[in-house]
Each structure stands twice: as structure tokens, then as C-alpha cells.
């Protein structure tokens, strides 16, 4: 078996490249709906033989699923139509039978009121497509923000082997000889536009040079965060992370990760062999060299309490103090994924970390993390520096806490500017979104750079699904002043694209009660990002008054869906994962009637 790079596994293969097999066809778990003779199996392969199968295709060979999330309204993944079918090629090359599983397309950039909100529906699409189905083994075609995570939630709760197939980020944008970012340039020149310094004409031309081709976002977004999670946590091919969805490249890793899974299927390496404590572990410490999404830390959470490991919110901070921010990608950087890729890529960036990583956790491929980085080299370290010459000598995400966040709150710090991380001002507080955007464009607003912007009820619940409302817009008088940042607070999230000294992800959330539902405008907000501290100076008494006289809002859906989500989802510190679909003792299986 050859990698895109080139590497060779250590698998015994045959004459033909076809993985010997090391357990029997009896012992597939597809082999209960197609193997057995009985009258449900003759069912099953008649069925199959109607769609124009033979019996040949599928007799005695692993059944792998591929859970592909391509859709019509998602330009991320306009192309994952055709990287099935080169999965497929890579999985009839090494003797599997591969069908392609449909499922929810979460395009960040369509649906509404976010993604978030549909996160976990994907998760549990995901493990019900694999378990009630005759699969051995899953192929994941995803990319866009919440769409990896949903992917992998729900592959380790299936408990079958599962490859990642990650979509890719798409070409860097253009303007005028210059390059444009995906969302962090938007966020830059829609200040510049209310500002009146650029045209509507400028605004039209940067619209239609922004997105260039098919692919997720080119900045250290959420997107190529979790893509380079997943490749950390060894659930891709070695550099699959990184490589630009266009190039050739990516084509020829989706068949291989086509031929990868099949042997994972006869080997048996499943999710519980790959994701351990360590393996987690890598993954925040990529997460925060790379400067990553502060979304990541919720994701991150989902997936290691899927496999049963007791992930708490404070180990992102105590990493974050040990790793240095070395990837320089916007936004808290200068360049974009594509220049990462040329730099060396994510198996150069891992190669790069490795002092610092457990290179002995197993991945996909049945290597370790250290055998498949080993030997990759960085050829540019402006884009990638070295250990000794970091961007800043922590990670990119600091957890905070105080009185104002009990259960913790996320700063992208490296993205805000430097005068903020300490800082004391009043609160201006809004009690939703609507409210907030209509106050920010007042002209007499009474606003200074000091304060602290405050947005409420934009959590788990209250938004809900927790909207990537949290970079609140600056309010335009201050943006005709010059001003580009400011101290924000809320307990939404926010585009992993974003940048400025906006704290998330601030919990408990106000919908529910927790402090944030007492901030009054003219309060102090105290922030202290060296002392992980946020404050709201306010004195217990006067709190606890305000507590009692808080009262629940009405709920925020009345049927389907939207009141599942409520009655089941946690808190941001714990994930946002549904409570009824944490590890279970053992594997579920289908009776088969």
C-alpha cells in the first residue's frame, strides 16, 4: 500500500496489493445479513442483486460504509460526490464492497440559526447508518466546521473501524495581487466598508475573489482545525489534513484511505484501539500550535467522552501553558492553509511538535503518530517556525474563570490584541442578538473603547444550538474612530475565522441561569488572561438579589427536534453532547429477524 507521500505500511500483502487477512470472513460483521443461509440473508442478497450486484462483489469481502455529507448547498464539499467514488476505487482495489450512506450536510454557511444546533443530529445519522446496517467498517467524507466532529461522535459510539476522508481547504483568495482569508477578511473589510473607507464596488470585488474553488475555509478555522485533529488523533491517512481539495493529491488519499479501510476492517482496528488519553492529548496540543478554533475545545471534549475518556475543560489550559502557538495561519498569523501545505503540511507541522507529542498512539494505518511523521521536513519556517522561534510561547486558547464563569470560558488569545488581555471597563449588555445588532449602528450610542460588550442568552439553549454570534460587531461609531477591538463577552461561540479579544463560550449560559444573566450595563468586567481570571465586580449580596429575582425565558422550541435538543444537551464545558449518548458498557447490535 503507497501513501500520496509516497510511504509504504508495514501490512503483508499479496501479489495483488490486497491486504492479507487476518481473521476470517465468518467473523465480518456484515456476515449476519449476507453470509448466514437462511431466509432473512437470501433477502438481503437478492436485494443486492436487484440494485445489479453479483454475488462476487460482496461474498465474504468487509461491507464499508461511506458516510459522505456532499450536498448542493455546501461549497465545502462540492466535491465529495466525486472523492466517493474514488474511495470506492480504493476499496474494490483491496478487496471490499463499498456503498455510499448519505447523510445531513451541515454547511456552515447556510444553515440557520448555526450548525451547532445540528452537530449531534449528524452524530447519531452517523452511528444508526453504521449499526442498523450490515457495515464493517466506515469511510467519513466531511470537512466544514461541525461536520468532522459530528462524523467521529458517531463513529466511536458505532464501535466499527472508521477512516476520515477530510474535505480540504480550498484555493487562498484574491485581491488585487494581494491574498484574502475566508471569514477573517470579511470580519477586516465589513468594518472597513461601515467605516467608509472602502466602496461598494471594493466590497462586490472582494465578494467575488474570496472563494476561489471548492474546499472549507484557508484560514485556521474551525474547518482545518478539526481536520488537523483528526489526523493528530489518527483518524486519516498521514498529511491527508492539509492537502488543498483541488490538488491531485487529495484525490489519490481518498482511494487510498479507500484500500486503508479495509484492512483496518480485517485487522480489527477500531476507534477504542486509536483514541486514548494520549491520543487526545496530541490532539489539543496540534490544536493549540496551530493557534486553532476555540470551537475545538467543545468538539474535542464530544469526541473523548464518546470513547469513555474523562476530558475536563481545565486540561486545554494546562496545555495551552506548555505548548508554544507555532503555526503562523491567520487568524492569529499572516499566512493561509495553502501556504502551510507548501510549507510541509500537517506531517511537517507534527514532525515539527513531535518533542512534544506521544509519538507511540496508534492511527489509522496501523502505524504509530511517530512513524508516520518521521523524516517530514518544514521548507519554510516563516509559515511553520520552529520550536525555538514560536509565534508566541504559549498555545492560541486560554481557559478562564471567576465569578462571571464558573464552569470556565475560552479566549482565542493570540487573535486579540495585546492591550486587551488585561483590562477593566463597564458592561454594555444586550439580552439578545437582535437587540445587539441594532444598538451597534446607532450613531449616538454611548459607547466608549473601554467597555466591555456583553451579549446574553446566545448559549447551548438560549440561542439555540450557541450561534457563532460571539465577535460582536465594534459599534460604528467606534469603528469611524479607527477602533478594531474591544473586550467581548458571551456565551455563544464564534467562527474559528475570528479574531479580537472576544471571551465564549461562558458557562453556565444566561438562558439557564448562570451569572452571565445578571450582568447589568454599568457593571465592571474585570480580565486578566495571565491569571486566567474574569470578573464581574459585583458584590455577592447584590448577586444573589439578582438571582432570585431572575426568571426562566420561555422555551426556545416547541416541537421536533429543537425540544429533543433541549431536553438533552450539556453545557459547553461538558461537550454539548447529548446525555443520553455518552460511552456505553458494550456495543449495541441489531437483532437480525
Known amino acids: 500500500m503507497r501513501f500520496h507521500d509516497g510511504r509504504r505500511t508495514t501490512r503483508d500483502r499479496d501479489r495483488n496489493g490486497i491486504a492479507a487477512l487476518t481473521k476470517r470472513a465468518e467473523e465480518l460483521r456484515s456476515h449476519r445479513w449476507l453470509g448466514v443461509e437462511n431466509l432473512r440473508s437470501f433477502g438481503h442478497r437478492s436485494r443486492l442483486l436487484q440494485i445489479g450486484y453479483d454475488r462476487e462483489d460482496f461474498a465474504g469481502k468487509p461491507v464499508i460504509g461511506i458516510v459522505n455529507t456532499w450536498s ?86 458505532a464501535r466499527v473501524p472508521a477512516i476520515v ?8 483568495g484574491t485581491l488585487r495581487g494581494g491574498v484574502l482569508g475566508s ?39 474551525t474547518a482545518a482545525t478539526m481536520m488537523a485533529i483528526a489526523e ?42 486509536i483514541v486514548s488519553a494520549a491520543a487526545v492529548d496530541n490532539a489539543i496540543r496540534a490544536e ?35 505548548v508554544p502557538l507555532i503555526a503562523d495561519i491567520r487568524p492569529s498569523g499572516r499566512f493561509l492553509m495553502e501556504d502551510f501545505f507548501y510549507a510541509g503540511g500537517s ?48 498555545g492560541g486558547t486560554v481557559v478562564l474563570r471567576g465569578n462571571l464563569a464558573p464552569d470556565g470560558a475560552v479566549m482565542k488569545s493570540s487573535a486579540a490584541d495585546r492591550r486587551l488581555l488585561r483590562h477593566r471597563g463597564p458592561a454594555l449588555v444586550f439580552e439578545s442578538y437582535d437587540e445587539m445588532a441594532a444598538a451597534v449602528e446607532r450613531e449616538d450610542l454611548d459607547v466608549t473603547a473601554d467597555h466591555v460588550l456583553v451579549l446574553k442568552n446566545a448559549g ?32 455563544a461561540r464564534m467562527s474559528g475565522t475570528s479574531y479580537g479579544a472576544c471571551i465564549l463560550h461562558v458557562a453556565p449560559e444566561a438562558y439557564v441561569g448562570g451569572p452571565l444573566a445578571y450582568v447589568r450595563t454599568g457593571d465592571f468586567i474585570e480580565l486578566d488572561v495571565a491569571a486566567r481570571r474574569l470578573h464581574l465586580d459585583v458584590d455577592e449580596a447584590e448577586l444573589a438579589r439578582r438571582r432570585a429575582a431572575w426568571r426562566a425565558p420561555a422555551p426556545r422550541a416547541a416541537s421536533g427536534y429543537g425540544v429533543l435538543f433541549a431536553a438533552h444537551v450539556s453545557q459547553a464545558n461538558d461537550g454539548c453532547d447529548f446525555d443520553v449518548a455518552l460511552a456505553a458498557s458494550a456495543p449495541r447490535e441489531p437483532e437480525i429477524h
Not at 300 to 318: K, S, T, Y
Not at 347 to 370: E, I, K, M, Q
Not at 460 to 488: K, N, S, T, Y
Request: overall charge negative; glycine content about 10%.
Open 165 to 172: 476522508v477530510p474535505a480540504g481547504p480550498m484555493l487562498r
Open 72 to 157: 448542493d448547498i455546501n461549497p465545502c464539499h462540492a466535491h465529495l460526490r466525486t472523492r466517493a467514488d474514488e474511495v470506492k476505487r480504493g476499496v474494490w482495489q483491496a478487496g471490499g464492497f463499498p456503498l455510499e450512506l448519505p447523510a445531513i450536510s451541515l454547511a456552515e454557511t447556510f444553515m440557520k440559526p448555526t450548525t451547532m444546533l445540528y452537530r449531534n443530529l449528524l452524530a447519531m445519522e452517523t452511528e444508526e447508518l453504521i449499526r442498523s446496517q450490515p457495515i464493517d467498517g466506515a469511510v467519513l467524507l466531511g470537512g466544514c466546521d461541525k461536520t468532522i466532529p459530528g462524523l467521529l461522535m458517531g463513529a466511536i459510539s
Open 183 to 221: 471569514g477573517s477578511d470579511t470580519w477586516k473589510y465589513w468594518d472597513e466598508l461601515r467605516a467608509g473607507r472602502i466602496t461598494d464596488d471594493d466590497w462586490h470585488e472582494i465578494e467575488g475573489g474570496i472563494a476561489r474553488s471548492f474546499g472549507t475555509c484557508m484560514t485556521m478555522g
Open 460 to 491: 447551548p439553549q438560549g440561542g439555540p444550538g450557541m450561534p457563532e454570534w460571539g465577535m460582536l460587531p465594534i459599534p460604528l461609531p467606534l469603528v469611524r474612530a479607527g477602533v478594531r477591538d474591544m473586550v467581548r463577552i458571551s456565551d
Open 288 to 322: 493549540q500550535a496551530l493557534g486553532g478554533s476555540t470551537n475545538a475545545i467543545i468538539h474535542v471534549l464530544a469526541i473523548a467522552r464518546r470513547a469513555g475518556i474523562p476530558l475536563q475543560l481545565d486540561r486545554f489550559d494546562e496545555i495551552a501553558r506548555e
Open 232 to 273: 493528530a488523533l489518527g483518524f486519516t491517512l498521514p498529511g491527508a489534513s492539509s492537502i488543498p481539495a483541488p490538488d491531485s493529491g487529495h484525490a489519490r488519499m481518498a482511494s487510498e484511505s479507500g484500500r486503508c479501510i479495509v484492512e483496518m476492517v480485517w485487522e480489527d482496528r477500531t476507534p477504542d484501539r
Open 347 to 394: 506531517r511537517a507541522f507534527l514532525n515539527r511538535l513531535s518533542p512534544l507529542l506521544d509519538l507511540a498512539c496508534l492511527t489509522v494505518n496501523g502505524c504509530t503518530l511517530g512513524e508516520n511523521v518521521a523524516g517530514a521536513q518544514v521548507w519554510n519556517d516563516e509559515v511553520i517556525r520552529p520550536l525555538s522561534d514560536p509565534v508566541a510561547d504559549e
